[in-house]
């Protein structure tokens, strides 16, 4: 049959199964818009404050659900605005469908208004860039769109359609998707067989599991794995969840402010399995000593991640969960009791410790994991706040901290937390910030208020840019430059401004009950409930390994004074 473009565009959606998109519109993409009108029934589309909330908030969305999320915007600003979102999802292989407008053909590079070249722009933060110029393209290269996105190593598309595009009309026929299969053709037996020979002989092995072990769904093959080799298992900031941090196994985030436990066993290590990281500079410390004492397996999807920053032993090409099936048919029950209680005994000896007295950030995210009983899907921004809800929250779920890793996007995670609420209507959905993030996107309260969208937004307020001044303090003689925010906004005002409910907690007494009356307030009332935190502007994550250092140089705070003496 003969459709227009924005009809064809709505129609590819559906055949995706897309249920949601986030987005803003403006002139070059009102075509869309007005069809996304008459199918409103079938696409619930959510206005955002800004475009860079609607890209984040489509990435929030297919991390939490593992379908493909779908932001839309506008040419030239519209677009533009999308580009932070987009860069996230690509440094955490997110997949997401980012559809601009832009102008019409006969415009095009003419510098004409709104006009601007998104697919030059996004190219090397994306999977691929399209630019559609005609309406016969307009169909194929979206079903295309959808199928890079989700295929290998996911990660963000861009479909830039011109505004005739979208108006012309061209013939449509249905098409069922194709099936997104995962990726054996690289596993290689012989390569296995080794790795497997490898783990056999090891004495002291660490299982080490990135976000590629939740990407591929691998949970209950790597819980089998864990219990097979016998093994302690640490993980990355965007690993959390791909391994219960209720096992008794699990000994704690690894790297810059990973655990003691995982950062000295580590450096004893025999045997290190990875399974499916990229060795982040926050995670290895200095290069040339990581994992010094130890035959290094990694296990990854995406061969250009061999060897790209440590130099690897040995190495299996393939999709993490087929991979580790593998693993499991080929290896016997493995025990390694001196080794487990060394590591056992160091995990109880070094606990994570903040200071008991006053307001702190560690205090309410253990409280918060309490009252949620690990359930919840958090959502962070980035700096201590994401750290302390990496360290004191033990997720025990894949898909439940959603948090930029790669990009360190200030500013993510309240978008985030719309897209992770609307995929996931019946979860407790909770944003942890800093006042400095939440200043970024602080717009989309409104959003929130405006969706019907009940999520808990709690800022740990210190009145300055906490990591940053961390930095200061150790690094930088404590000279504070432009990290200082005591300005005096009220963020509680801010938020009853905007329709959301509002507290504000100065101790330890009124966390408690404060959290759970926000969460019974949120559901009730269908809105966004946003908490106040204040703490101390010296409030610091430990432990902590300087930059460039070794990770067994970690140290904590008793260290610091035990160095002053």
Not at 106 to 125: A, R, Y
Not at 235 to 251: F, H, P, Q, V, W
Not at 496 to 509: D, H
Request: charged share 25%; glycine share 8%; hydrophobic share 40%.
């Amino acid at each position: 049959m003969q459709l227009t473009g924005s009809e064809i565009v709505i129609e590819c959606l559906k055949e995706q199964g897309v249920d949601t998109v986030f987005g803003y519109p403006g002139g070059a993409i009102l075509n869309i818009y007005d069809e996304l009108y008459r199918h409103q029934e079938e696409i619930h589309h959510i206005l955002t404050s800004h475009e860079q909330g609607a890209a984040h908030a489509a990435d929030g969305y297919a991390r939490s659900t593992g379908k493909v999320g779908v932001c839309m915007a506008t040419s030239g600003p519209g677009a533009t605005n999308l580009v932070t979102g987009i860069a996230t999802a690509y440094m955490d292989s997110v997949p997401i469908v980012a559809i601009t407008a832009n102008v019409g053909l006969p415009l095009l590079g003419k510098d004409s208004f709104q006009e601007i070249d998104i697919t030059g722009v996004t190219t090397p933060i994306t999977k691929y860039s399209f630019i559609v110029k005609t309406v016969e393209e307009l169909a194929p290269t979206l079903r295309r769109a959808f199928k890079v996105a989700q295929t290998g190593r996911p990660g963000p598309v861009l479909v830039d359609i011109v505004k005739n595009a979208t108006s012309d009309k061209a013939e449509y026929v249905y098409t069922e998707p194709e099936e997104i299969v995962r990726s054996t053709e690289k596993i290689d037996e012989a390569e296995i067989d080794e790795a497997v020979k490898v783990i056999r002989q090891s004495r002291k092995p660490i299982i080490f599991v990135g976000g590629g072990a939740v990407i591929s769904g691998a949970s209950e093959e790597l819980k089998i794995f864990a219990e097979k080799v016998d093994a302690p298992v640490t993980d990355t900031l965007m690993g959390k969840g791909a391994y219960s941090g209720l096992e008794e196994k699990y000994i704690g985030m690894l790297g810059m402010h990973g655990t003691k436990t995982a950062n000295l066993s580590l450096a004893e290590s025999d045997v290190l399995i990875v399974l499916g990281s990229r060795f982040s500079d926050r995670v290895t410390g200095n290069t040339a000593t990581f994992a010094k004492n130890a035959k290094i397996i990694q296990i990854d999807l995406d061969e250009a991640e061999i060897n790209k920053n440590v130099t690897v032993d040995y190495h299996v090409i393939g999709d993490i969960k087929e991979v580790l099936k593998r693993f499991n048919d080929k290896l016997e029950q493995l025990y390694h009791k001196e080794w487990m209680d060394k590591v056992m005994a160091r995990k109880d000896a070094l606990p994570l410790t903040y200071n008991p007295e006053g307001l702190t950030g560690p205090y309410v995210v253990e409280q918060l994991e309490k009252i949620t009983e690990n359930s919840a899907i958090i959502t962070t921004e980035v700096g201590q706040h994401q750290m302390w809800a990496a360290q004191y929250y033990h997720y025990k779920t894949p898909r439940t901290l959603i948090t930029s890793g790669g990009l360190g996007t200030m500013g993510y995670g309240l978008g985030a937390a719309i897209g992770a609420k609307a995929g996931n209507p019946d979860k407790t959905v909770v944003n942890i910030a800093g006042d400095g993030c939440f200043r970024m996107n602080m717009n989309e309260i409104a959003t929130a208020v405006r969706s019907g969208l009940p999520v808990v937004e709690i800022i740990f307020n210190n009145h300055v840019l906490g990591m940053v001044r961390q930095w200061q303090t150790l690094f930088y003689g404590k000279r504070y430059s432009h990290t200082v925010l005591d300005d005096g906004v009220d963020f509680v005002k801010l938020a009853e401004a905007m329709g959301a409910v509002a507290y504000r907690i100065t101790k330890k007494e009124e966390v408690e009950p404060v959290l759970r009356e926000a969460f019974d307030k949120a559901d009730s009332l269908q809105k966004p409930v946003l908490i106040d935190c204040i703490i101390d502007s010296d409030d610091k994550v430990f432990p902590m390994v300087a930059p460039g250092k070794n990770l067994d140089d970690a140290f904590d705070e008793k260290d610091l004074k035990r160095q002053e003496k």
